[in-house]
């Protein structure tokens, strides 16, 4: 049976969803942590995967990357890079993780692609960083404060009043900064669209419950249409990150101005399957398979 190894620390439920689906197409799925995983050239094989000692995966599906020191997480994208350049079909691949993991990348590769997004600041310098707050408070805007590399909502702040530069630090010493977006309509909202080699196959709305969307921050999720303009905005972000699947979120602001405001390459799709009615992880896997494994005969 061809078999799949699903990167992941933490399997749970879009684990199992997966292991499902690339069963049902006579795949067999296992779970594996990059922090198992070593380069080694005095062996047969130049990288060692627990449980691919003789083989090599059929394919590779990114569910997560642990965090760590920036030597880990350069590491971890080394074994990325290394099992793709071996022919191993990697799905997101170590380049589209490196984009979107940082934030700064991201925000610059959006802008250079002519696509809406904040406006951000990713600087070194302490002075500096607490002068393009204070210019941006007096300007009637408020900031967001925001780790490079993170997700879920975890270490960002919103700076509203010049008291709140008492508490701004750096993450690892730098700053990115970004203006905050205020969404149309009442309370806080903004647009979650699933692309999948290049179409958008599901979207939602998120509610916050404060200015955070972040459903594992308590946001609710509705069913929407996807329109036409937010589906063609969620897909050129997509395209600009070189991804093969994401998670892309919009907002539209006051004035009725879609901005693209993060773009996810690990994306949790629990909560838009329980509204759109669409199985997410068949779609996944079944565009990994025909694009990069199809070659393969299948074996019953």
Excluded at 133 to 161: N, V
Aim: net charge neutral; proline share 3%.
């Amino acid at each position: 049976m061809r078999r799949i190894a699903i990167i992941t620390d933490d399997p749970g439920w879009h684990g199992k969803q997966l292991c499902q689906a690339f069963a049902e197409r006579s795949f067999h799925a296992d779970y594996l942590s990059l922090t198992d995983c070593r380069i080694q050239v005095d062996g047969q094989l130049p990288i060692h995967l627990p449980g691919f000692e003789q083989n090599l995966p059929d394919a590779v599906f990114v569910r997560g990357v642990p965090g760590g020191s920036l030597e880990e997480v350069v590491f971890y994208l080394d074994v990325l890079h290394a099992l793709k350049v071996l022919g191993v079909p990697v799905y997101n691949d170590g380049q589209a993780i490196e984009r979107s993991v940082d934030k700064a990348m991201t925000s610059f590769l959006l802008h250079n692609a002519g696509i809406s997004t904040p406006k951000t600041w990713v600087l070194r310098d302490r002075e500096q960083a607490l002068a393009i707050c204070r210019q941006e408070l007096l300007a009637g805007h408020y900031l967001i404060s925001k780790p490079l590399f993170g997700s879920q909502g975890e270490g960002i702040r919103r700076i509203e009043k010049s008291t709140d530069l008492l508490w701004l630090t750096s993450s690892h010493g730098i700053y990115y900064l970004q203006r905050f977006i205020e969404c149309e309509g009442a309370g806080f909202s903004d647009k979650r669209v699933f692309v999948i080699n290049g179409k958008a196959v599901a979207a939602m709305r998120r509610r916050g419950i404060s200015w955070l969307n972040n459903v594992a921050r308590g946001a609710s999720c509705e069913r929407i249409d996807l329109s036409a303009d937010v589906a063609e905005l969620a897909i050129k972000a997509v395209a600009a990150l070189s991804m093969d699947y994401a998670g892309v979120d919009i907002i539209k602001d006051r004035h009725g101005k879609l901005t693209v405001i993060e773009v996810n390459s690990v994306p949790a799709w629990k909560g838009l399957q329980s509204v759109c009615g669409i199985d997410i992880a068949s779609c996944l896997v079944e565009d990994l398979i025909m694009r990069h494994v199809s070659n393969i005969k299948a074996v019953a």
